[in-house]
């Protein structure tokens, strides 16, 4: 009888042993596949980020500052390549042509200029395969500035370190080197002594056809002491007065003094007749509320 | 028994847990089944640019590596008669009556996030390594003439975000170029209008 209940006791620890073995090598696997499949992941996204590319960030800024103050911008500098990069931070003059092209020049050469008010904590840095680092750009605004200024960061990417030289091998080998460099712009706007002033010179509207939609076209021009993103809506009415047609026009930044046309289309069709194009065009200001502009074109459908 | 335990204990755990979580989601509540809680969450959207420039469908490999710079295309061995077949893998040979053309595409990215009336434009310029007066940039019509000067040129207009643009880069070599490494450098640059 003791011979049998020892023979039951040690079955049934031999049972335990068995379902603890097993019970251990089931949270074995799961924390080994759990390990296997975080990896499998970190390569994947490993994978994912070696694509040969860099980055700026804020690529524009439009900024309202007090005047007689600073003001710290940070740029984040980013580098998606194997190469460790050395990053030349500038600022040069921006400002436009009589064609509306953007034009770019030395620090205090072009109109509006606040490139003489930045300074780069950095003027450069570099920064190592798939990081980014932070520089920042101090802006000092001058007691007697008034209304807008503007400048164009220029970040210029080129390799920190010396190329290696061609093996000897390789000694006619022809090879091209590309390099990038990004010119944001920095906008900014004095929070008083600014004058607004947004004008509609004249406008014309196309209507529709068979084979184009009616297109609209706004002379606009900014007499502002800053810039104006100047955006809108208009309506279509015959000529009884009812609404036959809507729509936006979309947003578009005039520099002080600068003069383009705004343009819209609506793809609706239109009958013959006599129409009314009636447009609101509004923009914001620093400091006070935005305001808004309307204007009136007549529209003839043969 | 310790598995047995380990075991009680992670339950145990987990159901903290899940009362932390429901605890949490609550707000102070008087004679009530629920309540809510507001959760206010701000972020500032900043404009960013990125180019992304990478190798053009059927093209030469575009590598950056400390050891190639920036970006980098290998044309392998060239000549000014454009025979032998000597340059590398993906790289396409035009010969004519003075020289000849190695050329390959690339693909230039650019990635915008946050523009609202700003759009960039990419241009083209030639870099200070030397041999640049051989080097070559175009579309796809890319030819002995598409010189790359030290002026900027633009080269895509109002580019959209995320458009593969493709581009030619190549050397042309004058049947009398003297022998020996031949190094361009080219600088894209994206602008913010």
Redesign the interface.
């Known amino acids: 009888m003791r011979t049998d209940v020892s023979v039951g006791w040690q079955a049934s620890n031999l049972l335990k042993v068995h379902l603890k073995m097993i019970l251990m090598s089931f949270l074995k696997s799961l924390i080994l596949s759990t390990c296997l499949c975080a990896l499998l992941l970190c390569c994947f996204g490993n994978t994912q980020a070696q694509q040969n590319s860099i980055g700026v960030m804020p690529a524009s800024v439009d900024a309202r500052l007090r005047r007689g103050a600073s003001h710290t911008q940070n740029f984040t500098l980013s580098n998606t390549t194997g190469t460790r990069l050395r990053f030349r931070c500038s600022v040069e003059d921006v400002w436009y042509d009589e064609r509306n092209t953007r034009v770019t020049g030395r620090p205090g050469t072009l109109p509006r200029s606040a490139s003489e008010w930045v300074q780069f904590s950095q003027p450069e840095v570099v920064i190592e395969p798939y990081s980014s680092v932070v520089v920042k750009a101090i802006v000092t605004v001058p007691q007697t500035a008034a209304g807008g200024y503007y400048t164009s960061p220029v970040f210029e990417a080129m390799p920190a370190d010396p190329l290696k030289s061609a093996p000897a091998s390789q000694d006619d080998i022809a090879t091209t080197t590309i390099r990038v460099r990004f010119r944001g712009l920095m906008m900014f706007t004095t929070l008083d002594a600014t004058e607004y002033n947004v004008e509609i010179m004249g406008g014309h509207v196309s209507p529709p056809t068979a084979s184009s939609e009616l297109e609209m076209q706004l002379d606009v021009r900014n007499r502002s002491t800053t810039h104006a993103r100047v955006r809108g809506a208009f309506a279509i009415l015959n000529s009884s007065g009812s609404l036959v047609g809507r729509g936006t026009i979309e947003e578009k930044r005039y520099l002080p003094g600068q003069r383009s046309n705004l343009r819209a289309g609506w793809s609706g069709g239109l009958p013959a007749g006599k129409y009314t194009s009636v447009i609101t065009l509004s923009y914001d200001r620093v400091g006070i509320e935005p305001t808004t502009l309307s204007y009136e074109l007549p529209l003839v459908v043969q | 028994m310790s598995?047995k335990k380990n075991l009680r204990y992670s339950f145990i755990l987990a159901a903290l847990f899940l009362f932390a979580g429901t605890a949490a989601a609550q707000g102070p509540v008087v004679d009530n089944n629920t309540t809510t809680s507001n959760l206010e969450m701000t972020a500032t959207v900043?404009?960013?640019?990125?180019?992304?420039?990478?190798t053009g469908t059927g093209g030469a490999t575009?590598s950056?590596?400390?050891?190639?710079?920036?970006?980098?295309?290998?044309?392998?061995?060239?000549n000014g008669l454009g025979v032998g077949n000597t340059q590398n893998a993906n790289i396409t040979v035009v010969a004519d009556g003075s020289g000849a053309l190695?050329k390959t595409p690339?693909n230039l990215?650019p990635?915008?996030?946050?523009?609202?009336?700003?759009t960039?434009d990419i241009t083209v310029e030639a870099?200070v390594?030397g041999?640049e007066a051989?080097?070559r940039e175009g579309d796809s019509s890319i030819s002995s003439s598409s010189t790359v000067s030290s002026t900027p040129a633009t080269v895509i207009s109002n580019a959209a975000s995320d458009s593969n643009n493709t581009r030619y880069?190549?050397?042309y070599?004058p049947k009398g170029e003297s022998?020996?490494?031949?190094?361009?450098?080219?600088?894209?640059?994206?602008?913010?209008?």
């Open positions: 598995v900043q404009t960013a640019v990125q180019l992304n420039i990478s575009v950056g590596s400390n050891s190639t710079g920036l970006f980098s295309i290998s044309f392998g061995n060239v190695y690339i990215t990635v915008y996030s946050g523009f609202a009336s700003e960039a870099g390594s041999d051989l080097a880069v190549g050397f070599i022998a020996g490494t031949k190094t361009a450098t080219l600088i894209y640059t994206i602008t913010v209008q």
